[in-house]
């Protein structure tokens, strides 16, 4: 068996902000319910360990390839345990290592996370360009959003919201940094990313979509349509780790990204 690249040392830290509260990021708005905060300290071993996977919905989560916990004394958030997530040489786009998630009580209309991760030196962006990291996904199933590191093969990745809609075409467009149009993720390094979405009034397009990279708005959007006819609200939000599309790509060599902490507040 290979032995796994190793998380690169030392992987550098943030830089300052500030109204820093704990895992939240500097941008949460007042008056938010925390639903999670949660520091990857350990991990499901089965589909109904909700206890191991530190109140989530474990999914995939207890899978022995896909995901385990490692150290590096460089995480900013929590300490030296972080969730790393292996993209195996030789796996199929279309399919991802692992996915975990947590439900957000109350079915919101509002949501924010905090999350703080860093991919690999070597992540390869799938020939497609799409780069699945995070899903924000809706009470009906129908329409949901996602946070893509957007990008082909070693060339720049950039951070993007992208909403797809399985009933309603008008839910599927992609949010690029409209504030900082060539801002791009920077592999080995930790980056904190902050995301505030507000789902729009019934039938008016009027959602709000906003992201921070690393402390700085490169999102602003308050014409968004999120919600399919029959949707509400949103209904849970999930690590998902899936690789570009189709099955005739595979990954071109073991490569991870780590997660550090993921925080999520709703209202």
């Keep these: 068996m290979p032995v796994p690249t190793p998380i690169p040392t030392p992987i550098p830290t943030l830089p300052p902000v500030t109204n820093y509260r704990g895992a939240a990021g500097p941008n949460e708005p007042a008056g938010f319910q925390t639903v999670t905060s949660r520091p ?21 989560e207890h899978n022995r390839t896909g995901l385990s916990i490692a150290q590096d004394a460089a ?49 390869y962006g799938h020939p497609s360009g799409v780069n699945k990291l ?3 996904n809706m009470a009906n199933n129908t329409s949901s959003g ?38 791009a993720l920077t592999r080995g390094i930790w980056h904190r990313l902050e995301f505030l979405l507000v789902v729009n009034t019934a039938g008016q397009a009027d959602g709000q979509a906003h992201m921070w990279l690393d402390g700085v708005k490169i999102l602003q959007r308050n014409d968004i349509m999120y919600l399919a006819p029959g949707e509400t609200a949103f209904d849970e939000t999930t690590i998902t780790s899936i690789w570009g599309g189709g099955n005739t790509v595979n990954v071109p060599h073991d490569m991870y990204t780590w997660w550090d902490h993921m925080y999520v507040s709703i209202k």
Excluded: C
């Design 75 to 123: 995480a900013p958030v929590s300490g030296s345990n972080v969730a790393q997530i292996r993209y195996p040489a030789g796996m199929v786009g279309g399919v991802g290592p692992v996915s975990m998630g947590v439900a957000l009580p109350g079915k919101p209309r509002s949501l924010y996370v905090s999350s703080v991760m860093a991919l690999s030196s070597n992540f």
């Design 40 to 60: 990857f300290n350990s991990r499901a071993v089965n589909r109904t360990d909700v206890g191991g996977s530190e109140g989530w919905i474990a999914n995939t």
């Design 134 to 136: 995070h899903f924000f």
């Design 146 to 183: 996602y946070f893509s590191a957007q990008g082909q093969g070693m060339g720049p990745l950039q951070p993007q919201v992208r909403l797809q809609g399985i009933a309603d075409p008008l839910v599927s467009i992609n949010l690029v940094p409209n504030l900082m149009p060539g801002v």
